[in-house]
């Protein structure tokens, strides 16, 4: 990328990738429908005014040099302008024997999914969506561990590149910032009794957006919306796989990690002690939140007594 800013006359571009310059002219209106800033036309040649906020592997492997996404980047980071699902795609990927390692990115996704039944609004390169394939030498029943620490993933990214916003975590797996949700985190897996065979962490950001739907407004925001800034998508996705890198050699390295995660994910979570909730699913309750057991599973005080909450909905209802 070190001559992205160069005029390259279109009938040099076709000879580059073997197409005509018509085609050439069809593809750089595509581009521009991506957001890329690309100036100029058929009779002058074209320029990028500005390298573009891509989440291409090129732009993202030299960041990533020592980490385990940054192995073969060239060919283990997969870049999509449009997917269905990047949790999807990795998934089958993995199932296909796609080393750990392995990302997947999204300019856009058209199903983009949450945890349940839930979707992820995914709107075109305003957001981060983004899955990693990781094959951890831990049981299944160690699973929820990963979503914890990709939240703490998140909020050092942010932290790195925009230390005025404070990310508050909400488990197991939302981030928010001024109490509305900018990030999600989706873990699957595939395992057997005793070992996980592979794990999918599916992390959704919003980046650069400057509304949502109207359905969302009241519980959706944005790192744009919090600052009236635009950031740079790479430089916050590369210091979120950075993070990750750390936490995962972390756990599969630390014995003590995971003690250490659950700590670090009280301390930054407001409402995993002391705060009034409700919990949809399985049959429902309420009560007051009394941290996270030994597992990670959150621990609530009820009418009935202390109960553990193993997954479901935790919707905040006040402060006790």
Known sequence: MSHATVVVSGT???????????????????????????????????????????????????????????????????????????????????????????VFLAEEQLSGRGR?????????????????????????????????????????????????????LKWPNDALLNGKKFCGILTEMTAEVTRVRHLVVGIGINVNQAKFPAELRDIATSLRIETGTEWSRV??????????????HSLTHDAAARVAIMRRFEESSSSVRGQKVSIEENGGLAGITEGLDERGFLRVRTENGSQTVISGTVRLTGTS
């Open 116 to 168: 349940g039944a839930h979707t992820w609004h995914s709107a075109r390169s305003t957001g981060i969506y983004c899955s990693v394939i990781l094959r951890p030498p831990m049981p299944p029943s160690d699973a929820l561990i990963f979503s914890l620490a990709a939240g703490l993933a998140v909020r050092a990214a942010v932290a790195e590149i925009a230390p005025q916003l404070k990310v508050d």
């Open 12 to 102: 040099k571009i076709a000879e580059e990738i073997g197409t005509s310059r018509s085609e050439v002219w069809r593809l750089i209106q595509q581009l521009r429908e991506l957001g890329v800033d690309v100036a100029g036309h058929p009779a002058t040649g074209y320029q990028l005014r500005a390298v573009p906020d891509l989440l291409l592997p090129e732009m993202l492997a030299a960041s990533l040099k020592g980490t385990i996404f940054g192995k073969n980047a060239a060919k283990h980071i997969h870049h999509y302008y449009k997917i269905g699902s990047t949790n999807s795609e990795a998934m089958r990927a993995a199932a296909d024997g796609a080393p750990e390692g392995s």
């Open 235 to 248: 430089e916050l996705c590369a210091a979120l796989l950075k993070s990750l890198d750390r936490e995962y």
